[in-house]
């Protein structure tokens, strides 16, 4: 199993957030019985949010964006201004603080997302005012020149994600990648960037970001993509949340489903579509010859990258990459990686759940379980019993978008409409040819 674990947690102090809190009436009856009180309504129902030293009430949120789709997580809001304390400001401090809180509906469930960010644009129409932010970590996007030595990709993470208050997690097991690294005026964000693409083996493919709870992840994804997780059992409750009032039930299910039968659970699959994350779909067969020039035996290199289900072939793409100074070819190291993530990147699926599963992060692995219905005559690729009676309500599963993805992304959106609240989670997966 090749799973992503904790080596290290943050270091980084986040300010509490306290939300108005509306109790319920006392035993006289003096004051009316709230049916959604605000601490918890903040956060699971609707999203917490602070701007600068002002809590935004949750009825007041309009939309709101958070996702982990590139290297730092992304926050965009709308909210009603109802107490003019935006539109009366003079000026706007792109220093100002944005606390953001999602809260699973209860403690056992997942960790709770508690993350910070920086205002970094802000519009007003009218009494609604939109926000866009920044992932706030200090140290992260400061530029620099400096050298780190001869060091391996995991050693250097693990060092400079400590140095800036972030956690380490990872799968990466054994990589000899030791090589000459130096930043030359490059943010931490932009070196973190170059050498996971520098860093890795052939069959050892990294991947980077910074995930919802303040950790630096560095991903095996060659071994996470083809590895299979047995015994995986994601937790939800039984219906999608309308109210706080009562404590939900907490169940387990081995993966996400459309299956009707649970059709009101929060694991339940609302939405499918496919995507293609880079385009052009690249075809099994594209082999190259990387060429590039040894400096110290004062030779050309060439080595070739293979990606075809017969190695002797004569389609190939020749590519001349450049000087190297030392034994570790970072240029082939380049061309793995992206040759690599191009192809589990193209064909993708996307799915939409009703509510925030925050069991389910990005580097997980998770089951799909996909059936269709009144689909009978639509080909051999599904499952049925011939003794299954042949009705409108007849589930047949289907292998080609059934089976075991990883989550390459995650967004999180909420709305807001007459107070009528709605959240949507989506899901980048990819996963091996069936």
Known sequence: MSAIHVIRDPNIEIPKVYALLTEPAPEDGASEVSENPQTHVAGILAPLIRFGNVTIFSEDVVSFTLQSQSFIPECQFTFRDNFDFIRTMDKFD?????????????????????????????????EYVSCSCVYKCSGLYDTRFESYGQT?????????SASIGLGFASNVKGVEDKRWIYSTGLSLEELLQRETIYGGEQTLI??????????????????????????????????VLQNTKDIPQVIELPGLTNSQAYHNCSL????????????????????????????????????QLVDSDFEQTTAYKYLYCGERFETYNHFFQAQCNALFKKKILTNMIEIEL?????????GDRVNISW?????????????QD?????????????????????????????ENSNRQFKWSYLLKLTKPDS
């Open 206 to 239: 990294l991947d980077s970001w910074i995930d919802f709870h303040n950790n630096l992840i560095l991903e095996d994804i060659y071994t996470r993509f083809k590895d299979y997780d047995s015994d995986l059992k994601i937790k939800g409750i039984p219906s």
């Open 268 to 303: 339940y699959i609302k939405n499918m579509r496919l995507i293609g994350e880079n385009g052009d779909i690249v075809l099994r067969g594209d082999n190259r010859l990387i060429d590039t020039y040894d400096y110290e035996n004062r030779k050309i290199e060439q080595l």
């Open 152 to 160: 391996t990709t995991f050693d250097l993470f693990d060092k400079l």
């Open 94 to 126: 792109k220093n100002t603080d944005i606390q953001v809180q999602i809260i699973p509906p209860a403690d056992e469930m997942a960790r709770k997302i508690n993350l910070v960010f920086l205002l970094n644009d802000i519009s007003v129409s009218g």
């Open 371 to 383: 059936y269709d219905y009144n689909s009978l005559a639509k080909g051999a690729n599904k499952e």
């Open 354 to 362: 009703g509510m925030p599963v925050l069991d389910i992060e990005r």
């Open 386 to 414: 011939d003794d299954t009676p042949k009705d409108e309500n007849t589930e047949m599963l289907n292998k080609q978008y059934s089976g075991q993805y990883l989550v390459t992304g995650v967004t999180i959106n909420f």
